[in-house]
């Protein structure tokens, strides 16, 4: 399956330099990373979200989970959940669901991104299939995507040796 027309549309368009990766058939962040030897952190993973009744795009490390608690406090809103299938499934006609790519300006969707995926160079993700992966410099999403930063994610809690 080729990389989603829409986003390569975008990234040939703003000139960006971009990799795609095929894989083995793949769902989780953790297992794509894997399979294609990268740290799960740089898997920008997406999580969509309901935040006071809009559905909005998260984007956080692979290797952690959404915080609602910190995504209601970071956004300031009064209730925040994680959106179900049926409710975002219809903005997405062209992905498979779960291996949308974070770039939910594509999509009409206000996009949030943890500040923990500025600390890599790279940022992989889905794109738009669960067989292929882009590569993509962070600062270059960015510039494109124009997320909004917001801690999405708890710290991750070092234990004492």
């Known amino acids: 399956m080729p ?7 975008a990234l040939d368009e703003a000139k960006v330099s971009y990799e795609v990766y095929n894989h083995a ?3 989780t962040a953790q297992e794509i990373a894997a399979r294609q030897h990268f740290s799960g952190k740089e898997m920008a993973k997406v999580v969509m979200l309901e935040v006071d009744g809009a559905l909005v795009m998260g984007v956080i490390p692979g290797s952690r989970k959404v915080s609602l608690d910190l995504v209601r406090a970071s956004l300031g809103a009064n209730k ?3 959106a179900t299938e049926d409710e975002f499934i219809s903005r997405f006609p062209d992905c498979e669901i779960g291996a949308m790519p974070p770039f939910g300006n594509l999509f009409g969707l206000k996009v949030y991104v943890d500040p923990a ?5 790279y940022i992989y993700f889905n794109a738009g299939n669960h067989t292929q992966t882009v590569r993509l410099k962070y600062v270059d999403f960015a510039r494109l995507v124009k997320p909004q930063l917001a ?9 004492a040796a």
């Open 117 to 121: 995926l500025e600390q890599d160079e």
């Open 25 to 27: 058939l793949a769902y």
């Open 3 to 9: 990389i989603l027309k829409k986003l390569k549309e």
């Open 80 to 82: 925040a959940r994680l």
């Open 151 to 159: 801690r999405l994610v708890a710290e991750k809690i070092r234990k």
